[in-house]
């Protein structure tokens, strides 16, 4: 852990480039298969806005879709609950097993298993953290599905170097367009995710098995939504905050 530390520490990469390292670095320590970190926020009180994908590993080509559209599922909202309540009454960094959130039994009852099966996403370790600005950042560590649970040294492993890189959560966040985006549906919610990690229209015409004019017309109503006019601009907007303004007034 103190070597990772380290050799993060001291590269000269990008913070995006750094923040890969880390968790390239930490999942190789808990012997995890993928790692996904999110960004979320709350509308209201009561009112989460669904993730916004930020940066990913360890999927193949394919994967990252099904991914984003498990994430849409309505058994998550339950499967998650414990975690992002505990995370919002504490005010904490929280790091929770998938043990410790649903059973055996209530997994394998549930209508979104299947769905986990068939994109091979088995055991999770999620770490959360609220940061200054209202928002949530999440980061989800992922087992394939035959391939045993995250054990308790795993969580305090990552509860300890996570909780130690205040960058990691902090530094470059966008004023993310929190009430926009809990207006769109839940399929261009998918569009936006896959448009943010830069795949072209056909790239995602071809992964959710729509047509590219269906794409079009998805695109369109997302750019009208969040403000912005092209897809470099949108990118611009998540990292910058701003659609763009701050890149032009330097």
């Not at 950042?137 to 992922?142: L, R, Y």
């Not at 009208?224 to 907007?237: N, T």
Request: charged fraction near 25%; proline fraction near 3%.
């Amino acid at each position: 852990m103190i070597r990772l530390l380290g050799d993060v520490a001291g590269t000269e990469n990008q913070i995006e480039a750094k923040r890969a390292m880390l968790l390239e670095g930490l999942r190789s320590l808990i012997d995890a298969d993928r790692w996904v970190w999110t960004l979320m926020g709350y509308v209201s009180e009561n009112t989460k806005v669904p993730h916004t994908l930020f940066l990913h590993g360890g999927f193949a080509e394919g994967e990252l879709t099904k991914y984003l559209e498990i994430q849409e599922h309505s058994d998550l909202k339950w499967m998650t609950e414990k975690f992002f309540t505990e995370l919002q009454e504490t005010e904490k960094n929280v790091t929770r097993l998938g043990q410790q959130l649903v059973t055996e039994e209530q997994l394998a009852g549930a209508d979104i298993y299947p769905h986990l099966v068939q994109a091979n996403l088995g055991p999770i370790a999620l770490f959360g953290r609220s940061t200054r600005n209202g928002q949530v950042s999440v980061i989800s560590f992922f087992r394939t599905v035959d391939r045993p649970l995250f054990s308790s040294r795993d969580a305090r492993i990552i509860h300890i170097i996570l909780s130690e890189v205040q960058w990691m959560h902090e530094n470059s966040w966008p004023n993310h367009p929190r009430e926009e985006i809990s207006r769109l549906s839940p399929r261009l919610r998918t569009v936006l995710c896959l448009m943010i990690q830069g795949a072209s229209r056909k790239t995602i015409a071809r992964e959710l098995s729509l047509s590219l004019h269906t794409v079009h017309g998805y695109i369109k109503h997302i750019y009208q939504a969040l403000g912005v006019h092209s897809q470099s601009e949108l990118i611009c907007r998540f990292i910058e905050g701003d659609g763009g303004d701050r890149v032009v007034a330097r």
